[in-house]
Every structure is written in structure tokens, then in C-alpha cells.
């Protein structure tokens, strides 16, 4: 089993920035995909940016060139850097582990939020206008 626990969270003006974190547990944590999600009141879970265990990464089209994900697979610690933050951002951020989409060095970065396997929590972020 792989446990998630995130943190970071909080508010922040608009055009501000968060640095959530995840650390996670599992001996088998540089294997999986990691990604985060983002869920707004109202709102299905939505697709935030996702990094394989080599370091690849994928964002949605919403956060390209403001946030940033990465990891630390000794630690087993996976970042989201956020900045310039807008309003819209909103949300709680939930940190996941998507088991099966690598097949040793080929990965498969999935979108789709029911192909992750584990999940932390979540850490609420408010951005204020």
C-alpha cells in the first residue's frame, strides 16, 4: 500500500504563490506515476500536472507555465510549485499515485483521475481576488 499525505496549503492573493508537498510511502515510490489533482465545490476532480519516476512531466493546459511539479523519489516527497495564482485555482489539491502506468522505463502519464490507484487527503488552497 502507498500512503499520501499532503500539505502546503492556504490562502493567497491573486498572483501569489503555494509550494504544496506529498510525501508519500512505499518502497516501490520511484516506480509510480505521481500527479496532482485539483477539485473545486461544484466541480468534477480535475487533472493538474502528473511526473514519472524518471522525472518527466505533464501539465493541464490551465496551469502550463505556472506551476510546477516535481519530485525527490529518495525522499519520497513529490513538489507543486504554484505561482501566479488566480482566483480560479481554487480548490482542494489532492496529491496521487497511479500504479500501473509504467512498464519499466515506458510510462503512460494518465489525465484521468479514476486511473490513480492511491490518494492523500487533500490541502485546500484559496486564492483571493
Known amino acids: 500500500q502507498v500512503h499520501l499525505v499532503e500539505s502546503g496549503g492556504g490562502l493567497v492573493q491573486a498572483g501569489g504563490s503555494l509550494r504544496l508537498s506529498c510525501a508519500a510511502s512505499?518502497?516501490?515510490?520511484?516506480?509510480?506515476?505521481m500527479g496532482w489533482f485539483r477539485q473545486a465545490p461544484g466541480k468534477e476532480r480535475e487533472f493538474v500536472a502528473a511526473?514519472?519516476?524518471?522525472?518527466?512531466?505533464i501539465y493541464a493546459g490551465s496551469v502550463k507555465g505556472r506551476f510546477t511539479i516535481s519530485r525527490d523519489n529518495a525522499q519520497n516527497t513529490v513538489s507543486l510549485q504554484m505561482n501566479s495564482l488566480k482566483p480560479e485555482d481554487t480548490a482542494v489539491y489532492y496529491c496521487?499515485?497511479?500504479?500501473?502506468?509504467?512498464?519499466?522505463?515506458?510510462?503512460?502519464?494518465?489525465?484521468?483521475?479514476?486511473?490513480?490507484?492511491?490518494w492523500g487527503q487533500g490541502t485546500q488552497v484559496t486564492v483571493s481576488s
Open positions: 511526473i514519472t519516476w524518471s522525472g518527466s512531466t
Open positions: 496521487a499515485a497511479d500504479s500501473d502506468g509504467c512498464i519499466g522505463v515506458s510510462c503512460v502519464v494518465r489525465r484521468n483521475s479514476r486511473e490513480y490507484d492511491y
Open positions: 512505499g518502497r516501490t515510490f520511484s516506480n509510480y506515476v
